[in-house]
């Protein structure tokens, strides 16, 4: 597995702590010599190509770097820790999980009930006071979650794939790109990349960068779940190449978005997997930012989304990264 794809798993980032993530990035495009910004949302910028002021000839990808995760809102007398969820994911899924703190501290999720709300959930530190709990964290602290990264097949099983997987993307093709900059200037485009905050916190970070790039064209790269685990009745399939969302809770896709991506899946030989979801993506919200923008989202598909071990096919994030530089060498 890629040591880069590695880091970005391991790091810390939930919403609005995004920090470990971001210093990731900021070392691979270091090393890369590639120029990059940091806006007041914290959001990491890259722009390539050519220097344009029209908007018509402007495109940016989006990726999040935040995780899901949990913070800490009450600390009872026994150092049980009460918390509020960082994102929208089925609780049920994180019960007996491991989390850890940004400092280090790691915690048991635990619940007593079998049908659990958040209101049911709490952390075990291993104390047995508040006293000892708040040598450890304290109230207003944040947590992800904490798994082990295996190779399974061509498969990789490990917390945070959404959305590293996207992150590792647009690393990727911004190292490919740094290698070819003079036949990148003459396309007479500026791509902008998007490392974006707090797509847990209703997308705040792609939305900021919506006004600070203003462009004609969007691409959001992100993780969605697949619909090929053992009760799964959906054609959205690990193994099968990148999802091209078509409809969501908030988006229906732009036709030239649509037009676009689709030419460059047929460059890349593969067919899209369509994707009809009743949950959102950062689509949604940047679609409607600024005076509009022409919006599509690529999905690589995840199974078990939002837990220690979702897991992705590495073939199908090697086909997303084809079909995004096909996008841009159109």
Do not use: W
């Not at 049980?80 to 929208?88: H, M, P, R, S, Y």
């Not at 958040?118 to 508040?130: A, E, T």
């Not at 649509?258 to 067919?271: F, G, H, P, T, V």
Request: hydrophobic fraction near 40%; charge should be negative; aromatic fraction near 6%.
């Amino acid at each position: 597995m890629d040591i880069l794809l590695e880091k970005l798993i391991k790091a810390f980032g939930t919403s609005s702590h995004e920090e470990g993530v971001r210093n990731v990035i900021f070392d691979k495009l270091n090393e890369l010599d590639v120029n990059y910004e940091i806006d007041k949302m914290d959001n990491v910028i890259v722009k390539m190509g050519a220097k344009v002021q029209c908007e018509e000839d402007k495109l940016m990808f989006v990726s999040h770097m935040d995780t899901i995760g949990l913070i800490a809102t009450v600390i009872d007398d026994k150092g049980f820790v009460k918390v509020g969820n960082l994102g929208d994911f089925k609780i049920n899924n994180i019960i007996d999980s491991l989390v850890v703190f940004e400092n280090g501290t790691i915690g048991r999720v635990c619940s007593d009930k079998k049908s659990s709300e958040i209101d049911d959930v709490y952390i075990d530190l291993g104390v047995n006071s508040r006293e000892e709990a708040l040598k450890k964290i304290k109230e207003g602290d944040v947590a992800v979650l904490k798994g082990e990264i295996v190779k399974i097949g061509d498969n990789i099983s490990a917390p945070a794939l959404d959305n590293r997987v996207g992150c590792y993307m647009l690393l990727k093709i911004i190292e490919g790109l740094s290698k070819d900059r003079e036949k990148l200037g003459e396309l007479n485009k500026e791509f902008s990349f998007v490392f974006s905050t707090q797509n847990m916190l209703d997308g705040r970070g792609a939305r900021a960068a919506a006004y600070s790039v203003n462009p004609m064209y969007c691409i959001i790269v992100d993780a969605e779940e697949s619909s090929d685990n053992l009760e799964g009745k959906g054609r959205f399939k690990l193994g099968n190449g990148v999802g091209l969302h078509v409809f969501d809770r908030n988006l229906i896709i732009h036709h030239e978005a649509k037009e676009m991506l689709e030419n460059a899946c047929k460059k890349a030989n593969i067919e899209p997997q369509y994707v009809f979801s009743e949950k959102g993506t950062d689509g949604g919200r940047i679609h409607r930012e600024t005076n509009g923008i022409k919006t599509g989202v690529l999905s690589v598909p995840v199974r078990y989304k939002s837990s220690i071990a979702e897991m992705v096919n590495i073939k199908d994030i090697e086909k997303g990264i084809e079909v995004l530089c096909n996008v841009i060498f159109n």
